[in-house]
T-cell receptor, first 109, second 117 residues
Framework: GQNIDQPTEMTATEGAIVQINCTYQ??????LFWYQQHAGEAPTFLSY??LDGLEEKGRFSSFLSRSKGYSYLLLKELQMKDSASYLC??????????WGAGTKLIIKP | GAVVSQHPSRVICKSGTSVKIECRSL??????MFWYRQFPKQSLMLMAT?????????EQGVEKDKFLINHASLTLSTLTVTSAHPEDSSFYIC?????????????FGQGTRLTVV
């Protein structure tokens, strides 16, 4: 079966750095996405990785290792507005998105 | 990125009535649209995939007669929840994918909070 695993909840301090991990087992791979979702809102796109390595975009970076079926989202200089759920999703061989359950990130002052 | 508009953002309806949710791609042609349902504190659950001009493909366990999907044009898809029941109360989200963005990028609507009373 297809499976995406990520931690249910994480807590971090304002100004700090946090890494949210995602491991996956899917039938085929056409890229991995990270989305941010605030409560009651639709997800917003953060990053897309299809090749191994680190993609940096401002305070957010995303890493992928296809051989390990592993990705992480790194958030630096955390702000209170970063409190949200972070969803990892993998596009399988049929170009369908397989979604993780999301990681609720709580930022404390 | 491209813009996908979903309407209404919130709707309350009585049990037994039907509700239509619209999903429009405003500045691109959406060849494929996806409808998701999300329960509180849970991930997105794909309900169906629709391609313009053809019947939607429903995921296992999703009642096609209850959740009617129409994708009659390249800019509009609709989801109609028929004979709604309180257990249909949920957050429904559409996303659209189109030419010019490759096979990978999809853009989300704002979501619709449906409450059936």
């Amino acid at each position: 079966g297809q499976n995406i695993d990520q931690p249910t909840e994480m807590t971090a301090t304002e100004g700090a750095i946090v890494q949210i991990n995602c491991t996956y087992q899917t039938s085929g791979f056409n890229g991995l996405f990270w989305y941010q979702q605030h409560a009651g809102e639709a997800p917003t796109f953060l990053s897309y990785n299809v090749l191994d390595g680190l993609e940096e975009k401002g305070r957010f970076s995303s890493f992928l290792s296809r051989s390990k079926g592993y990705s992480y989202l790194l958030l630096k200089e955390l702000q209170m507005k970063d409190s949200a759920s972070y969803l990892c999703a993998v596009m399988d061989s049929n170009y369908q998105l397989i979604w993780g359950a999301g990681t609720k990130l709580i930022i404390k002052p | 990125g491209a813009v996908v508009s979903q309407h209404p953002s919130r709707v309350i309806c009585k049990s037994g009535t039907s509700v239509k949710i619209e999903c429009r791609s405003l500045d691109f042609q959406a060849t494929t649209m996806f409808w998701y349902r999300q329960f509180p504190k849970q991930s997105l659950m794909l309900m169906a995939t629709s391609n313009e001009g053809s019947k939607a493909t429903y995921e296992q366990g999703v009642e096609k007669d209850k959740f009617l999907i129409n994708h009659a044009s390249l800019t509009l898809s609709t989801l109609t929840v028929t004979s709604a029941h309180p257990e249909d109360s949920s957050f429904y989200i559409c996303s659209a994918r189109g030419d010019g963005f490759g096979d990978t990028e999809a853009f989300f609507g704002q979501g619709t909070r449906l409450t059936v009373v």
